[in-house]
């Protein structure tokens, strides 16, 4: 997305009280609406006047990848806790199911982990219309819920495509696929990372280059309701498999629907086939499910490192063209960037100087955790390779269940699964010597062939 500020700007590139106009022009990912929202909330309270045109090719409405973001759709715990402060409520028609437990996946069996407070405030959505294939209902789109909301605050919708990116007497200009040539005072992109427009932003030469990127793998089953409850249930179904190139992978339940995620490096037919034809997964779908087919499929790009400079005078990229957190709450990531975007062009400035101090380091603060995050996950490869390893978590998440007062390990799945807390606390949680001796515990166990049920 695009967004230019500051109507009678010349030579300055400071926010002041004053008439603003604000354009935006902007693709993919949920960080695009909650700038158009905050940047006109915080105007509004200033008695700052703001025009705010979004550029947005997608009809969140339609059905299949017209109309979809490529992403699994789960909406973290801490993530609504915070939109509710922002006074953003999910309505019952946007998502579809609340989730109240994950089960954990392994080569030797599965651990249920219910959430540590017991409430249901975890939900799966949809970011487009829904699947290919799947028939118009009530259910709303939640990019489209949020593009609503930017709309109801007074921004305006435009749907072209932006062609070409550049600079004119000092400030971006922006061309669309339909001749619409114009300059703006400030740009704010959030273009996501399966998009060519990123080579837009680095043909401008300020410094930007994308994140790295992996190939990931979503694709959306159709079950129907009665299989989704009965072999899913309320549960998001997390696999930690001994596979190659295989992080984890999700199954999600949606409604009529099961989205399958996998996330690792570089994912490809061959092990999403070998994925779906392993015992643990073949339990958690129907008995007839052999030839089950996707209704909808893509191997969508994920962030899984920063950007180089996302940020110049009159520029900034938020989200994930500019930083992401590693595997989890993408949309969460979105949503602190485009904040401390918003707040940013408000109230100190579009210059670099003021992205530098005030945006800047709220990215580097995920980039951050991001490093302990890596270190969580390569634990966790240590943990898939070793089967009695596989035994021994089990173990530990079972005796845990029982034992309600010392939760650590399962506290700590929990919140790398649904990304409610930061890898650092969960990095630190595992760190703990009660744990350590737990885990080591249920080796022992192992050996002598005893070992704890995590059922």
Not at 46 to 58: A, K, N, S, Y
Not at 197 to 226: D, N, V, W
Not at 437 to 448: E, F, P, V
């Amino acid at each position: 997305m695009i967004y230019s500020g500051l109507k009678d700007t010349t030579t300055s590139n400071h926010a002041s009280p004053g008439e603003w106009v604000a354009r935006s022009c902007h693709r993919r990912r949920a960080g695009r609406v909650p700038f158009s929202y905050f940047l006109l909330e915080t105007a509004a309270r200033l008695d700052t006047g703001i025009v705010v045109d979004v550029f947005e090719p997608r009809d969140f409405s339609k059905l299949g990848p017209s109309g979809c973001n490529m992403c699994g759709g789960i909406v973290s715990e801490s993530l609504v806790q915070i939109l509710a402060t922002e006074g953003i409520n999910l309505p019952r028609a946007v998502y579809k199911r609340g989730v109240d437990s994950y089960v954990l996946h392994m080569d030797v069996g599965r651990a249920f982990i219910d959430t540590p407070l017991h409430e249901k405030r975890i939900v799966s959505v949809h970011r487009g219309g829904g699947p290919m294939g799947s028939k118009p209902s009530a259910w709303r789109s939640f990019d489209g819920f949020l593009q609503a909301l930017a709309m109801a605050k007074g921004a305006r919708l435009v749907q072209e495509r932006v062609e070409s990116l550049a600079w004119k007497d000092g400030r971006p200009e922006v061309k669309t696929k339909n001749g619409r040539c114009e300059s703006y005072d400030l740009l704010v992109g959030a273009v996501g990372i399966n998009t060519s427009a990123l080579r837009l932003f680095e043909s401008m030469g300020f410094g930007y280059k994308a994140p790295r990127a992996t190939k990931t793998h979503i694709c959306e089953f159709q079950l129907g309701k009665e299989n989704v409850e009965k072999h899913l249930g309320s549960s998001i179904h997390v696999f930690l498999l001994n596979l190659p190139r295989l992080e984890f992978a999700a199954l999600i339940p949606k409604g009529d629907y099961a989205t399958l995620c996998l996330m690792g490096q570089e994912i490809d037919a061959d092990l999403v086939k070998t994925f779906l034809q392993h015992p643990e997964v073949r339990e958690c779908l129907p008995p007839d499910a052999g030839g089950l087919k996707p209704c909808c499929q893509c191997y969508p790009k994920m962030n899984v490192g920063e950007a180089v400079q996302p940020f110049a005078d009159r520029v900034v990229l938020i989200g994930d063209s500019g930083v992401s957190r590693l595997y989890k709450d993408g949309i969460g990531a979105a949503y602190r960037t485009a904040k401390a975007a918003a707040l940013t062009s408000i109230l100190e400035g579009i210059s670099a100087d003021a992205f530098r101090q005030k945006y800047w380091p709220t990215c580097r603060k995920i980039a951050t955790d991001n490093g302990f995050g890596h270190a969580v996950f390569a634990a966790t490869r240590q943990i898939q390779r070793r089967r009695r390893a596989h035994h021994a978590l089990l173990g530990v998440v079972a005796a845990e269940r029982r034992n309600c007062r010392a939760r650590t390990m399962s506290t700590a799945l929990w919140d790398t699964f649904t990304g409610s807390a930061p890898y650092r606390e969960v990095f630190m949680r595992t760190l703990r010597p009660g744990l350590g001796m737990r885990m080591l515990w249920q080796l022992i166990l192992g050996r002598k062939g005893t070992v704890a049920s995590a059922e």
